[in-house]
């Protein structure tokens, strides 16, 4: 059984990584540069939607969130 929404949200995560990117000063669309650079394909919209948790996060775009924020995973949850 595919769960892509819970209780009307997609993630759990998307506060606290806009929490962690306003507290870096990095706008939605330098996170989105920095993703990219990672080969993790985000657009600032993208971005937006995880933060609002209207878009479920996969497990390797979660560590690459990590590595680009520097937050141990544990931090996001």
Known sequence: MKIYNYEGKANIV???IK???IGQKLTQEELAIKMQLENIEL???VISRIEKQ???VADYELL???KVLKVD???LF
Do not use: A, D, V
């Open 14 to 16: 998307g506060p606290k």
């Open 19 to 21: 929490q962690l990117r």
């Open 43 to 45: 657009s600032q919209k």
């Open 54 to 56: 209207e878009r479920f």
């Open 64 to 66: 690459t969130f990590c």
């Open 73 to 75: 995973i544990r931090e």
